[in-house]
């Protein structure tokens, strides 16, 4: 079993940014990659952002290219998301996941998943 709990989200201004935090528990987690995923109001879930389990491997949404950067700690089991000149459009729910293949992740599928945090990015 694996557990996985975001914080960090909240209310921001465009131009502004936020980090987010996701802490694992329950199995060997740098053993595994992690990913980070969105869904806004009335769309599906989307990727968003994925790190190997070295960290040596990352990965991101052409959205987010240049603005979001995931990094990991295995020694503390966590992974972030430190987001920059946030827009209105990654206003969403913001979930951590992780999965035993990256490949999955990296198209928007987990095993295992957070309950996800609020980002609002809004003038």
């Known amino acids: 079993q694996v557990q996985l709990a975001e914080s960090g989200g909240g209310l921001v201004h465009p131009g502004g940014s936020l980090r987010l935090s996701c802490a694992a528990s329950g199995r060997t987690f740098s053993n595994y990659p992690m990913g980070w995923f969105r869904q806004a109001p009335g769309k599906e879930r989307e990727f968003v952002t994925a790190?190997?389990?070295?960290?040596?491997?990352?990965y991101y949404a052409d959205s987010v290219k240049g603005r979001f950067t995931i990094s990991r700690d295995n020694a503390k089991n966590m992974v972030y998301l430190q987001m920059n000149s946030l827009k209105p459009e990654d206003t969403a729910v913001y979930y951590c996941?992780?999965?035993?293949?990256?490949?999955?992740?990296?198209?928007?599928?987990?095993?295992?998943w957070g309950q996800g945090t609020q980002v609002t990015v809004t003038v």
């Open positions: 996941g992780t999965d035993r293949i990256l490949s999955r992740l990296t198209s928007g599928r987990a095993a295992y």
């Open positions: 790190i190997s389990w070295s960290g040596a491997g990352l």
